[in-house]
């Protein structure tokens, strides 16, 4: 992964008090907008969906702020949520938007599953249905050797991480059809 791309993932932290109430990976989109999973920060099975309680802190590489759901900018059936940094972090760039991908393009990520969640892990893949659906909404299927190996495994952490072609974003992970044990 291109280092540039890498200074706009940051892990996400739900924290109640002096603990982690649960993690996963956003990345920076705007000068202080993150996109995630909706499920990193919500309950979006709630009706209406309910932020999950604690504060969120976002850690990039070079910069550690809190960070707060933007009202109204996020789908719980598609799960997906903007977040804003309280303090965006100086002079990095966002990861640049696309719109589309097909069958067979390759795709990376960079994000905070269990097996390495304080470093965080390179995961590589191929698109394998680029018009598929998930949950009856419209979703890219990745394949990833890595994770299919167990390397990376279990993958809880790498929601909400930037589903990355060519160098731009295409969308984030939501879920993944790896059991665990």
Known sequence: MQPVLRQAIARIDIVQGDRSAGHGTGCLVAP?????????????????????????????????????????????????????????????????????VTDGEEWETFGFPEANSRDGLAQLGTVENANGTFESVAAYQLFSRQAAAGVGAPVKGLSGGPVIVDGALVGVFRSSLMREG
């Open 32 to 100: 202080d907008l993150v996109l995630t999973a909706m499920h990193v920060v919500a309950n979006r099975q709630a009706s209406p969906p309910s932020l999950l309680a604690g504060t969120i802190v976002l850690t990039f590489p070079t910069h550690t702020c809190e960070a707060t759901v933007v009202e109204g900018r996020w789908d719980a059936r598609s799960d997906w949520a903007l977040l804003r940094c309280a303090t965006p972090p100086a002079g990095v760039r966002p990861v640049p938007l696309a719109d589309s």
